[in-house]
């Protein structure tokens, strides 16, 4: 089967967790869909051990690290490669040990820490809308290499008859343009406005003109005495 809907190319990253395990202690979507039941497939194999790894799964990929017990796992779109999602879950990283202790973060239930989920959105935004953040990261060298990560079709890690398809809600972006457009509408709407009555005052205007022509050349011009006697 086929995934029925698709995020646009410039979707960027489409989800993103951090997990201890197979417990998700935060979480953010840009928008909604299924694709939660894969996530969960893929924290079921991944091993104990430090490791990072991109599933292939149809038109996306599932990229994440594995750092001392903690997985830090993204979604894109695959048009958006590798490199800047492993380096949007290279910040995460940093960012997640530096806002909670090890004991909170060994102590935590299920999205028990899901207060870092505004950073994941942040972020999520960040590296999707920004082009330059791929060359700077290189730059900086703050970005672990990504050729010596494996890519697997994620079908190896599901089980027979589990093939779960990707379903990803266009809603969000359908609105977002249904916006868009009401608000050009508006703006032209008013552009026109604004043009008839221009048009409007231009002839009031030269009706004026016209009758002031007339009314002077008939009663002499530039007094009209004339009328006046």
């Known amino acids: 089967m086929s995934s029925s809907t698709t995020p646009s190319p410039s979707s960027g990253i489409i989800y993103a967790l951090v997990a201890r395990e197979q417990a998700i202690l935060a979480e953010h979507s840009a928008t909604t869909g299924n694709f939660q039941q894969v996530t969960q497939a893929i924290l079921a194999k991944i091993p104990p ?12 990929l599932f990229h994440y690290i594995s750092e001392g017990g903690i997985v830090y796992l993204c979604m ?18 940093e ?16 999205y028990g820490l899901n207060s870092f989920a ?30 010596d990560v494996m890519v697997q079709n994620i079908e190896r890690v599901l089980e027979r008859g589990d093939r779960i398809d990707i379903l990803v809600d266009k809603t969000n972006n359908l609105n977002n343009a249904a916006f868009a ?8 709407k008013r552009q026109y406005w604004w043009r008839n009555q221009k048009l409007m ?15 002077s050349s008939a009663c002499g011009f530039p007094t009209w005495s004339k009328c006046r006697a």
């Open 181 to 188: 457009f009401r608000r050009r509408s508006t703006a032209l």
């Open 201 to 215: 005052a231009m002839v009031v205007f030269a009706a004026v003109v016209f009758v002031y022509l007339l009314i």
């Open 76 to 93: 894109a779109d695959d048009k958006f490669g590798r490199r800047v999602p492993f380096a949007f879950l290279q910040d995460m990283i």
């Open 118 to 147: 505004r950073t994941i959105a942040r972020q999520m935004d960040y590296y999707s809308r920004n082009p330059q953040v791929d060359p700077l990261r290189q730059v900086h060298g703050e970005i672990s290499q990504v050729k």
């Open 95 to 110: 960012r997640f040990v530096a806002a909670f202790t090890d004991g909170e973060i060994e102590n935590a239930t299920a």
């Open 49 to 60: 051990n430090d490791s990072k790894l991109t599933y292939v799964y149809d038109r996306y």
